[in-house]
């Protein structure tokens, strides 16, 4: 058989420290006024290194080329030394050793997930040359994750088909690329009240559910995003969105709220309407008071009212013309008392 050699040359002091070292075909060892060589040889099939470690553990090791597999070392008379690869050994003696290749009888199908967590890929392995490799995947569904495609090793897409059939004539690594449809939101409460958890994960286009939590006291006012805009006043709040921030807002509640708003006083008239409303109350004490309207998501459309008002009777008209039929709030804040109404347009 054809048979190729590596060479490297080691001139080491005699407390075995390696001082120089030069690549060629044979090297040798000078510990203690004693000097060995090996060399390393390969047969047809492959390439194959020696070097010394330390002192006078030697290494040897094999590469098989393409469509070969290692199969032993062996001495100048054939005789199997090892099928270790890589091979350490003491130097001892002059030594001479050979890798050993047999040409491979199958080629290997390899598969590689691009996400740890993306799916089950199966159906690699070993196969005969002209035989039918079948390649599945299925996608890790309950963690958010969506097959994409089957690519090969430089990244081009091969099938987007779950099942990969094809004739193996060598071997090949085929990639199962996924995408993780996950999203996150962020979630915190402001003072007076809590939610469960900082981070909630939805999955594509299925909404997840936020609720927070009054403390003694409190009572909660609306979602607020980071910026402080108001995004709704449900709770709890369905929402979809990744990189969503959501912020529970809270108010002090009071023991009674006529103490502000004579709630009892307070009239929308005409409602349901279809253009101008007018909105009336009393007020029990003066102070600073908002009215504004709200969509159901909590989004203001615009302020009716924003000043500071004496106490006794209150009274704005105002128009919904331009708004589609639907339900609305009307919002009235006065010295930290928050009251919602409903108003109608048909």
Same mark, same amino acid.
């Given at each position: 058989?054809?048979?190729?050699?590596?060479? *490297?040359?080691?001139?080491?002091?005699?407390?075995?420290?390696?001082?120089?070292?030069?690549? %060629?075909?044979?090297?040798?060892?000078? +510990?203690?006024?004693?000097? /060995?060589?090996?060399?390393?040889?390969?047969?047809?099939?492959?390439?194959?290194?020696?070097?010394?470690?330390?002192?006078?553990?030697?290494?040897?090791?094999?590469?098989?080329?393409?469509?070969?597999?290692?199969?032993?070392?062996?001495?100048?008379?054939?005789?199997? @030394?090892?099928?270790?690869?890589?091979?350490? /050994?003491?130097? *001892?003696?002059?030594?001479?050793? /050979?890798?050993?290749?047999?040409?491979?009888?199958?080629?290997? &199908?390899? !598969?590689?997930? !691009?996400?740890?967590?993306?799916?089950?890929?199966?159906?690699?392995?070993?196969?005969?040359?002209?035989?039918?490799?079948?390649?599945?995947?299925?996608?890790?569904?309950?963690?958010?994750?969506?097959?994409?495609?089957?690519?090969?090793?430089?990244?081009?897409?091969?099938? $987007?088909?779950?099942?990969?059939?094809?004739?193996?004539?060598?071997?090949? !690594?085929?990639?199962?690329?996924? $995408?993780?449809?996950?999203?996150? &939101?962020?979630?915190?409460?402001?003072?007076?009240?809590?939610?469960?958890?900082?981070?909630?994960?939805?999955?594509? $286009?299925?909404?997840?559910?936020?609720? %927070?939590?009054?403390?003694?006291?409190?009572?909660?006012?609306?979602?607020?995003?980071?910026?402080?805009?108001?995004?709704? !006043?449900?709770?709890?709040?369905? *929402?979809?969105?990744?990189?969503?921030?959501?912020?529970?807002? /809270?108010? $002090?509640?009071?023991?009674?709220?006529?103490?502000?708003?004579?709630?009892?006083?307070?009239?929308?008239?005409?409602?349901?309407?279809?253009?101008? *409303?007018?909105?009336?109350?009393?007020?029990?004490?003066?102070?600073? +008071?908002?009215?504004?309207?709200?969509?159901?998501?909590?989004?203001?459309?615009?302020? @009716?009212?924003?000043?500071?008002?004496?106490?006794?009777?209150?009274?704005?008209?105002?128009?919904?013309?331009?708004?589609?039929?639907?339900?609305?709030?009307?919002?009235?804040?006065?010295?930290?008392?928050?009251?919602?109404?409903?108003? @109608?347009?048909?």
């Amino acid at each position: 058989m054809k048979k190729t050699s590596s060479k *490297v040359t080691f001139n080491l002091l005699k407390n075995g420290l390696i001082v120089a070292v030069l690549f %060629a075909t044979t090297f040798s060892a000078n +510990l203690l006024a004693q000097e /060995f060589s090996l060399t390393v040889k390969a047969n047809e099939g492959g390439t194959a290194i020696g070097f010394a470690v330390a002192d006078t553990l030697t290494y040897a090791e094999a590469f098989p080329n393409a469509g070969y597999l290692f199969l032993y070392w062996t001495d100048n008379t054939d005789k199997v @030394i090892s099928e270790q690869n890589p091979y350490y /050994f003491n130097l *001892v003696s002059d030594t001479e050793l /050979f890798a050993n290749f047999t040409k491979k009888d199958y080629f290997t &199908v390899t !598969t590689i997930s !691009t996400h740890y967590s993306g799916g089950i890929v199966e159906g690699a392995g070993d196969f005969k040359e002209g035989e039918t490799a079948k390649l599945t995947v299925t996608p890790n569904v309950a963690d958010c994750y969506k097959f994409l495609h089957w690519s090969d090793s430089e990244g081009n897409v091969i099938s $987007e088909k779950h099942l990969l059939e094809f004739v193996v004539v060598s071997d090949i !690594t085929v990639f199962a690329n996924f $995408e993780d449809l996950s999203y996150f &939101v962020w979630v915190s409460a402001d003072n007076g009240g809590w939610v469960y958890t900082d981070t909630i994960r939805g999955c594509d $286009e299925e909404p997840v559910i936020v609720e %927070a939590f009054a403390s003694e006291g409190y009572k909660f006012l609306h979602w607020s995003n980071g910026v402080g805009d108001v995004i709704s !006043t449900e709770n709890p709040y369905s *929402v979809i969105g990744d990189g969503t921030v959501l912020v529970a807002n /809270f108010v $002090e509640e009071t023991s009674n709220i006529a103490t502000s708003i004579a709630s009892s006083t307070v009239s929308i008239s005409p409602n349901p309407t279809v253009s101008d *409303v007018t909105v009336s109350f009393d007020l029990v004490s003066s102070g600073n +008071l908002t009215v504004t309207l709200s969509n159901l998501l909590g989004q203001e459309l615009f302020e @009716i009212h924003n000043d500071f008002t004496n106490a006794g009777p209150f009274s704005k008209t105002f128009s919904i013309n331009t708004l589609p039929k639907g339900m609305y709030y009307l919002n009235i804040i006065h010295n930290g008392t928050v009251k919602v109404e409903k108003v @109608i347009k048909q």
